[in-house]
């Protein structure tokens, strides 16, 4: 499987940005799907997950209420809507795939490449 994530750039906060997963590679629709995150001097920490069908979803603490993941799989893409962004939202974003169930911990097995967002005060 391989993953396209778009969307990042800078914002001000209060902002929104909304990212998009393309996946591609056999039966791509199929994996449940997540979002990570990683700040400058800090562990990729974990945002954001959907399962297969979309009816399950998992967000971390510090974005539940903001932020919304979903899943378009006639087009093999999961997006993440961010709203009410903060300064210390801004990290490199990454999207992943498993196989298996969803979870919303760090074992994805198939990851993309990330991209940018910067959220200023």
């Known amino acids: 499987v391989q993953l396209q994530a778009c969307g990042g750039g800078l914002v001000q906060a209060g902002g929104s940005l909304k990212l998009s997963c393309a996946a591609s590679g056999r039966t791509s629709s199929a994996y449940p799907m997540g979002w990570f995150r990683q700040a400058p001097g800090k562990e990729r920490e974990f945002v954001s997950a959907i399962s297969r069908t979309g009816g399950t979803t998992y967000y971390a603490d510090s974005v539940k209420g903001r932020f919304t993941i979903s899943r378009d799989n006639a087009k093999n893409t999961v997006y993440l809507q961010m709203n009410s962004l903060e300064p210390e939202d801004t990290a490199v974003y990454y999207c992943?795939?498993?196989?298996?169930?969803?979870?919303?911990?760090?074992?994805?097995?198939?990851w993309g490449q990330g991209t940018q967002v910067t959220v200023s005060s």
């Open positions: 992943a795939a498993k196989r298996g169930t969803v979870v919303a911990d760090n074992r994805y097995e198939y």
